[in-house]
Structures are given as C-alpha cells and as structure tokens.
C-alpha cells in the first residue's frame, strides 16, 4: 500500500511538473525560429509542442529549459516523415533530443545549468591558453565582456542559432559523431574568424554585437569545418575531459554553497518577521 502511495506521488508531482513546462513551451513556441515556414503553422508548433512535453513526462527531473525549444524544433527540421527503422518524424526527434540531454550534453539542462557553466569556464581556459587567442581574454576583459554570455547559448544550442543552417549541420554531423569536443572545437573556430574584430573593439557594445552577428549568410562553411578539424586535432579527448573535470567540483562547491545561503535566508526570514510583533508587545506591556 505504501508503494503505490508512492507512485502515485510521483505520478502527480510529475503531472505537476509537465503542467508546469507545457505553460512555459506554450510562451516559446512563437519564438521558435518564427521565419520558417515549418513552425509558422499551427500544426507545426503543435508537432514540436508534442516533442517537448513529451520530454517533461518522461524526464520530469530534468523537465523543461529554455533552449530546448530550438533543439527539438532543429531536430524536427532535419527528419523525413518517416525516419529509419520505422520510427515516425516526432518519435525519432524526440528520442534524438534524449540522446543529446541525457548522453552528449549531461548536465546541461537541468536548474542548475551544471554542465554548461562548468563548459563556459572550461572554454575559458581553452581562449586563455591558445596560441592564437591568449589576447582575447585581457582585452573582453577591459571592455567589462565576459564570453559565457555568449558561449552559454553557444553549447546549449549546438550552434544552431549562431551559424548559417548548412554550417549548423556540418557542426552537428561532427556533433553527433564526437560529443561535446565538436561544440568547443567550433567555439574556438567561430573565435578564430572573428578575433581581428574583437580585438578592433572599443566598447561593449561593439564586440557584443560582432559575437552575436555570427548568422552571416556569406559565411564559408568548409573554411569553418577546416578551423574546426584544426581545433579538434589540438583537443585530445584526454586533455578536454581533464580540463572539465576541474571546472565540475568547483561549480558543485558554488552553488551547494549558494544552496546554504538562501536555505539560511529562509529560515532566518520567520525570525525576523517576529521581530515587529516582539517590539510591539514590549511596547504594549509598558503602557500597562
């Protein structure tokens, strides 16, 4: 009897969860990749409003994250309507989305982002010590710019924002075939291209707006995937695991540390709400 009571807790806590992020997917879906004819559609934006939902019920701990929505949506774009194996166009979406979330990018997209800021201080230290981009710290650094606010949406879309839609796919084939080595092996690619013009930057703004510029029509693809084979043959798969092993701890420390603080706040915030009821009764007591 107490087993099932238990499943049916979970089985409501995980209703609860998916009522939760289909709210936030329904504010998304008009803001996923609005110009293509696919998701103009009611029937489009419901196809890939299935795909996400069925995420959260079947990963209600991991449940909804904003980024998704153009993961899946990207997905759903690359798949015939009958994929092989015999697996419908929304099924095989969904199951490669699974793939990525809990096999390629572990981590990512759970609250506390773990993986991808562990990822943007691992990149960091990438920038930091390669030979053609060492300057670029110190002078992002002067200009008050710090690279994660970029290279956070970066990894967690694998780019798909952020490169002409042939490009993406040249990404994403290397991707799916080598892991997340692939995403900072086109980080450092896209840093390459554009590191004359960050370091011509004078403001914020200005090389704010080059990071973000990157879906440029004219890009060259193949000259990109060759910066890409350039980085991935400098990157061993040693030396990048080694390197984010060191950034995982220290992120864990931080926000179990960020955990303690606020469980403190809230339990020191009755006491204080007290406090004006104390001082009022003092004063009550000496009128008496």
Not at 58 to 63: E, H, L, N, Q, T
Not at 66 to 71: I, V
């Amino acid at each position: 009897a107490q087993g099932g009571a238990s499943a049916r807790q979970r089985r409501a806590r995980g209703a609860s969860v998916c009522e939760e992020a289909a709210r936030q997917i329904d504010l998304d879906l008009p803001r996923t990749f609005p110009d293509h004819a696919e998701f103009a559609t009611a029937d489009g934006r419901s196809m890939l409003r299935r795909v996400l939902c069925a995420h959260c019920a079947r990963s209600p701990k991991v449940g909804y994250t904003q980024s998704l929505n153009f993961l899946a949506a990207f997905l759903l774009l690359q798949l015939p309507a009958r994929a092989e194996g015999g697996l419908g166009r929304e099924e095989a979406a969904f199951w490669l989305l699974e793939c990525v979330i809990e096999r390629l990018l572990p981590s990512y997209f759970t609250a506390q982002l773990t993986g991808v800021i562990a990822d943007t201080r691992t990149l960091d230290a990438l920038v930091a010590s390669h030979p053609q981009l060492h300057a670029l710290p110190p002078h992002l650094e002067s200009l008050g710019l710090d690279l994660s606010l970029v290279s956070t949406q970066w990894l967690m879309l694998g780019f798909v924002t952020a490169l002409p839609s042939e490009t993406a796919l040249r990404v994403w084939d290397l991707f799916l075939s080598l892991g997340v080595r692939a995403l900072f092996a086109a980080a450092l690619a896209t840093l390459r291209l554009l590191r004359a013009t960050l370091l011509a930057a004078t403001s914020f703004e200005a090389a704010y707006k080059a990071l973000k510029a990157l879906h440029e029509p004219a890009l060259d693809c193949d000259a990109f995937v060759r910066l890409m084979m350039e980085e991935l043959a400098a990157l061993s798969p040693e030396r990048l695991c080694e390197l984010r092993s060191a950034h995982v701890p220290a992120v864990l420390r931080e926000q179990a540390e960020r955990e303690r603080a606020r469980s403190a706040s809230r339990a020191a915030a009755p006491a204080r709400r007290r406090l004006p009821l104390l001082t009022a009764a003092r004063l009550r007591l000496r009128t008496l």
